[in-house]
């Protein structure tokens, strides 16, 4: 089994990829989605979260208050401080989603991040997938997907890492300027190349 990192910014087609990949065999595991799943579900992190943003952090029922950890940690500028409790357990349990994996046989296993080249490129993944697009497509992109607002998209744009300036991190830069069915056509390429290097491994 061969590990792929994908990422790219905001509107840049990055699940329109995956997705295409998980229909031709692919696992991807999309880091955000994780982290709520573990935020909710894995009792150390609920714990460790409560301590550090106190108990409102979860409902009565023990649900996440998003709304409530939103505001605490992005209005009042402490998402790295979130980030440092909940990345070790996202990377550890996504580790052991992966042996489980490779052990059903999985060929490639991808995790989709648009944080995974904030610290340079991760060690543990054999191949990077970038994803550029221009920045006034993926905002209209953003808009027509999610109804936001233009200021709010560029707002949250920003607080992104300049994925231009990683192009040196990735294996594989993947320019999505064009239609859905040419991004497809691009992510069939690129795993069928990999998933021929996996089996060959």
Known sequence: MIKVGITGGIGSGK??????????GAFVLYADDFAKQLMTENEELKLKIRE?????????????????LAEEAFAKGRVSELNEIVHPV???ET????????K????VFA?????????????????????????????????ERDGAAEKAIIDRMTKQP???????????????NGTVEELKTKAR??????????LNN
């Open 15 to 24: 699940t329109t990829f995956c997705k295409e990949w998980e229909k031709l």
């Open 52 to 68: 550090v943003f106190g108990e409102k952090s979860y409902t009565e029922k023990g649900e996440l208050n998003r709304s409530y």
């Open 90 to 92: 996202l990377w550890k």
């Open 95 to 102: 580790d052991k989603l992966a042996d489980q994996k490779e």
């Open 104 to 107: 059903k046989g999985v060929p």
């Open 111 to 143: 995790k989709e991040a648009a944080i995974l080249l904030n610290n340079g490129r991760p060690e543990d993944i054999d191949y990077v997938i970038l994803l550029l697009a221009d920045k006034d497509l993926r905002v209209k992109r953003t808009s």
């Open 162 to 176: 300049d994925f231009e300036s990683l192009t040196h991190l990735a294996d594989y830069i993947v320019e999505n």
């Open 189 to 198: 390429v690129i795993y069928k190349e990999l998933k021929g290097l996996a």
